[in-house]
Each structure stands twice: as C-alpha cells, then as structure tokens.
C-alpha cells in the first residue's frame, strides 16, 4: 500500500476588524497598547424593540459590549450596501485584507474555497426586519427570502471575490473561528483545493441573544454596569461573565509548495490540531475534554508541552469555564507558557472569537510580543506565567490556541513561526 504523507500547511493571510482597529496594523497597535472600546451598547436593536415613545439613542436593558464604530467598504460594494447584512460587510472587509496579504489574485478561482465559521449570526438584522414588518407583512422586502439564511453571507463574498472552489458555513457555537482552520487545513489535504480561507463571521447579537446569554448566568456585567472598561476580566476572581465584542477575522491557509512558487512569506505553519466532543448538549466546560484537544494537537505536531511558549486561551471570563481551563492547563503541562487573554480587550466575539484570537496569536508572534491582559488584578490561579497589565517582550517561536464552544465543542491548534 501507497502511503501518504500530509502537505505542510501554512497561513499566509489574514483579515481583521473589531471595535478596537480594522487591519492588521491598526489591531496590533490596539494589542498591544491594551485599547479598549467597552460600553453601553447602542446598535439599533441590541437592547430592545424600539416604540414610537423611545427616544433618539434610548438605551432600554443596558447590555455592556464592545461595538465597531465604522467599516470602511470597498467601492464595488456599493451597490450592494443597503441589502448586505452587518455581518456580511464585515466579512469582505476582512476578506479583501486577507486577499491582498497573501497575494490570491493570481491563484485559480477553481483552487479557492471559503469556509465561513458561524451559524444564526445574523439574528439582530433578522429581528429588525421583522418588528418592521410585523404589522405590514405583505410588504416585506423580496431580498428577505435570501438574506435571512447564512449562506447569503457565502454568496455575496464568493460574488466580490469570484472564489469557485466551493463556500459554506461551519457552526460550533463559540468555537466555530478555529473549527473552520480545522475544516480548512482538511480541504487542502484531501485535495480539494490549493488555498482555503478561514473566515469566522461576526456574530450580530439582538436582544434576544443578550437576554439568552443573560439568563444563562454566561453574559456579564451586572457587577461592573457602570464601568464598563472593568467589566471583561477574564481569569481574575472578580469575573462575572463574558463581555461581548463584534469582530470578524478571515485566515488564508495553503499548501507551502503551492506557496513557495509564489514567493510570499507567511506568517506560521500549523503543526498540530486537536478536536475533541464531550458528547453533551449543554454548556458546562469539560476539563478532561479541553486537555484531549490539547494532548491531541501536541501530539499530532510530535511536542511535548514544554515545547510551547504560548498559549493563546479561550477565556472568556465565564465563572466555571475560565476555573476549568486553567485545570487542564496545569494538567497538560502548560503551567511555564506565556498566557494573556485577547478577550479583555477585543470582547468575546462567539463564532469570530477563534479565528480573530489565531489573527492576536499570529501577531504576536510576528512582533515577538505579548500584549497585556486587562483587568487581570487578581488571577484564580496566579502560578501561570501571566502577561498582566503591560505588553512584554517574549521569545515566540510556538504557540497554541484554545477555542471552545457550547455542547462540548473543544479545539486546539498548534502554531510554529515561520
């Protein structure tokens, strides 16, 4: 029997938008400067129907978040703005970043494909159409019959693009950013394309979401309500939930062969993937179902723990999720790595969370540097190795990020700088 053996993978793009910088240089600046954008959040139907007694900018419930100000859209959007979503917008700017970093243009279009991280992300849009119409729905908007599904974001980006080598999206609920590199490194291996972008689509909260999340006990803040820079505090004691952050970031992975005969550097290989599900529904973290991840990308990259620098965590400063990781942290031998939490600053951003927190790892190994943890004061466990409230310079050279999701959704991806 013939063997076969894996090509090597490489990211060779990326794409970023968040409320604290859109671009990558922008991001990295926030990074590392500890930026922040936390506040009241006051996107039109983020914190309840709007009536005819509201005033201009009412705030009703008061939901803390992190929300982008401004999207700076390419021209050959504009024909197409006022029936594309949030979420979709986001997602080609991002894409057209990632396109250029790595160079796509002249790559066949029959080689590309898009896997789009996320499902029901566009649940704010959706709300607002329909308490718009609900009086009046024989005027609904025809468009409505596209836009209201998911692969309408896959449509209008392989439109803008011209990518032919197949788009869908891939829902693992907070881990859906880094199950897509998954899904992409899997593209490439079996065959099916050359390049695969990764793209982890922001995750447009309405009301209803934010309420959810509330009555989950997973969305802060009531502690910190009016102060809303303290409120995201992942891993100190004084936590009380995850804050949200609209994000969206886009990855470009190929095969390095394909890569050399184009003359581009990258920006890491992906030496290891771990996956692995608690076969549970609901949204308790599973320590022996993380450490699996962990073990699993080690061990399919041939490392040991104590050759990691980094780790990049989920954290998202949920009471039982952030006490969970650091256990299985400790228990895989991580306890001498490096570790921050991008989330203090950007906000969790659900189905973007993965990818934009690979797009902060990838950065910081870029500039050897680790950017602060804000509002780390006070840590559960304070014998890791924690960058706390300044960015420090630190030898890079492999990391590992975590991303998990509700219903026993555990990730891992091992990262070596190029």
């Known amino acids: 029997m013939p063997s076969f053996s894996k090509p090597e993978l490489l990211i060779t793009g990326l794409g970023i938008v968040s409320a604290v910088g859109q671009g990558r240089a922008a991001f990295a600046d926030a990074l590392f400067s500890g930026d922040q954008a936390f506040d009241v959040m006051r996107r ?103 836009t209201f599904m998911d692969s ?42 050359d390049v695969c972008i990764a793209l982890g689509a922001l995750m447009d909260l309405s009301y209803w979401e934010c309420q959810g999340f509330r009555a989950l006990g997973a969305m802060g803040s009531d502690r910190y309500a009016r102060e809303p820079a303290a409120a995201s505090r992942p891993f100190d004691r004084q936590r009380d939930g995850f804050i949200y952050g609209e994000c969206s970031g886009a990855l470009v992975v190929e095969r390095a062969d394909r890569r050399a005969r184009r003359g581009r550097s990258p920006y890491a290989r992906i030496l290891g993937r771990g996956l692995h599900m608690d076969a549970h529904r609901n949204p308790d973290p599973s320590m022996a179902g993380e450490l699996a991840a962990m073990s699993g990308a080690l061990a399919e990259a041939g490392l040991t723990a104590q050759a990691i620098d980094y780790v990049n965590p989920h954290g998202s400063g949920s009471l039982q999720g952030d006490e969970t990781e650091l256990r299985a942290l400790a228990e895989a031998g991580l306890m001498h790595a490096r570790i921050n939490a991008t989330k203090s600053i950007v906000g969790h951003g659900l189905t973007a969370a993965g990818t934009v927190e690979v797009i902060a790892t990838l950065l910081q190994m870029e500039h050897q540097m680790l950017h602060p943890s804000r509002n780390l004061h006070d840590p559960i466990d304070d014998r890791f190795n924690w960058v706390r409230g300044e960015a420090v310079p630190a030898s890079i050279h492999r990391a590992l990020k975590l991303s998990f999701g509700f219903g026993g959704i555990n990730t891992a991806v091992c990262l070596e700088r190029c």
């Open 152 to 193: 309408d974001l896959c449509g209008a980006c392989t439109e803008q693009f011209g990518i032919k080598g197949g788009a869908f999206t891939v829902g693992g609920a907070s881990a859906s950013g880094q199950l897509v590199l998954l899904q992409a490194c899997q593209m490439i291996e079996a065959g099916q394309v």
């Open 44 to 146: 039109p139907g983020r914190q309840g129907p709007v009536t005819e007694s509201s005033e201009p900018g009412a705030v009703t419930e008061g939901f803390l978040g992190a929300e982008i100000q401004e999207l700076r859209l390419p021209a050959s959007m504009a024909a197409q703005e006022r029936t594309t979503s949030w979420s979709t917008k986001a997602a080609i700017v991002c894409l057209q970043e990632a396109w250029q970093d790595a160079g796509l243009s002249d790559v066949d279009p029959q080689r590309i494909a898009l896997v789009v991280g996320g499902s029901n992300f566009q649940q704010r849009e959706l709300v607002l159409v329909q308490d718009a119409y609900r009086a009046r729905r024989s005027y609904l908007r025809p468009s409505y019959g596209l």
